[in-house]
Nanobody
Framework: VQLQASGGGFVQAGGSLRLSCVASGNVFRLQNMGWYRQAPGKPREQVAD???????HYADSVKGRFTLSRDNAKNTLYLQMENLNTEDTAVYYCNAQTGNIGEEYWGQGTQVTVSS
């Protein structure tokens, strides 16, 4: 499984961005998919995830501002980010997990920078 993330960029506070993550390879094995982020000097944290049944979960810091969606036909995961603030500045990583314990995949990071 390979994950290709895109969509990061530079935006002013209050602005929006949409991240995309395209999965390729043995995608039929994937169950949970989601996004993590890592800001400078901070540990990587989970932003949101969605399971194969479409149930999504969000970190408290992004609830009401970020929306996760999954297009299984395109093997693509989206993260729509609204009302961004400077604390959202981080490298965002796409993550995918199969049903096997410990088996997960990571995409390359995409930088999101929010200016005040």
């Amino acid at each position: 499984v390979q994950l290709q993330a895109s969509g990061g960029g530079f935006v002013q506070a209050g602005g929006s961005l949409r991240l995309s993550c395209v999965a390729s390879g043995n995608v039929f094995r994937l169950q949970n998919m989601g996004w993590y982020r890592q800001a400078p000097g901070k540990p990587r944290e989970q932003v949101a995830d969605i399971n194969s049944g479409g149930y999504s979960h969000y970190a408290d810091s992004v609830k009401g501002r970020f929306t996760l969606s999954r297009d299984n036909a395109k093997n693509t995961l989206y993260l729509q980010m609204e009302n961004l603030n400077t604390e959202d500045t981080a490298v965002y990583y796409c993550n995918a997990q199969t049903g096997n314990i410990g088996e997960e995949y990571w995409g390359q990071g995409t930088q999101v920078t929010v200016s005040s």
